[in-house]
């Protein structure tokens, strides 16, 4: 993975969460009400209970995790360490305006990419694998943060090994069906 990569995916991820696209045919200027996903500070232990799953895509950038009755969505911690080096304000030489324009940005840059994406378990209508990719349908819908990024030239969802992709599908479904049972 080259060094600004990890900003790369990072600001791919953030931008397909706050914008809108103009090409969309089903434009939408407040995703949140369609996808029902939230933003929040990324949780860096993202402790796994009973029939929990975290998958990690196949270059080791993104986890894709069902915790609790929840789809989370982020950066994974081999991609943060590298974020965390690569904006490391420390090392910044120059102390006049430059020097503070470099801090601001990568302090800005490191906040935005310690979040993640959540999406309720009660908003998916259906999980599946299907030609080599995760598709999830949130409330009649492909989520545009899963949809529209891409990772190595393959959007996100088609970035996992399937048998993990399987794995995936199958924990959101079990538990859909458990809470369902309930």
Do not use: W
């Amino acid at each position: 993975m080259t060094p600004a990569r990890p900003l790369v995916i990072g600001a791919l991820l953030m931008m397909a969460v706050g914008c809108g696209r103009r090409d969309n045919p089903d434009p939408n200027p407040y995703p949140s009400a369609r996808d029902n996903g939230a933003v929040a500070k990324r949780d860096t232990a993202l402790m796994l209970g009973p029939g929990d799953v975290k998958i990690t895509n196949m270059d080791s950038s993104v986890d894709m995790a069902v915790v609790g009755q929840q789809i989370v969505v982020r950066l994974s911690d081999k991609t943060m360490a590298k974020v965390r080096s690569e904006t490391d304000t420390s090392h910044v030489k120059d102390s006049g305006f430059s020097g503070s324009i470099e801090k601001l940005v990568k302090r800005t840059v490191a906040s935005a990419l310690g979040q993640q994406y959540t999406y309720p378990l009660s908003d998916v209508r259906d999980a599946r694998y299907e030609n080599g990719k995760i598709v999830l349908d949130v409330n009649g819908h492909q989520p545009r943060l899963l949809a529209n990024t891409e990772v190595d030239g393959k959007k996100v969802m088609e970035s996992f090994r399937p048998e993990d992709a399987q794995r995936f599908v199958a924990a959101v479904n079990a538990k859909k069906s458990q809470r369902r049972a309930e």
